[in-house]
């Protein structure tokens, strides 16, 4: 107990003894925390979403700005996919037309295996 006590008096410190203060001093606390976690995580989404700075730091100060109303925003603008998606995407599309050329070679040379 004699450890803590330092750190809990300090805290306590921070906070109003009056119920309604303390309600008050609460809730903005709370509200902080979630302000904090909208930036957050815009943050991590918009990094991995795609590499313009520019957008970056426009979404990032667009959910700062306006926490809720930002956020929203921002859901509506961000890019529907991820860079890794697009990447993914586009090697796929790039396997999938080398196969079908390779299947289509594959069919003509049949062709004319079968004509002779």
Known sequence: MDLLSPLT???SAFFSSDPSVLLFQCGM???ACIVVFFVLFTLRDILLRTS???YQIFCILLVAALPLLGFLL???IRPSRTIAERRLE???DEIL???ASHQK???QEGKKARGQ
């Open 105 to 107: 070679k594959q069919g």
């Open 29 to 31: 606390l709370l509200i």
């Open 97 to 99: 037309e080398k196969f």
């Open 90 to 92: 586009s090697k796929v």
């Open 52 to 54: 313009s700075f520019l």
């Open 9 to 11: 008096h300090s805290v």
């Open 74 to 76: 921002y859901l509506l």
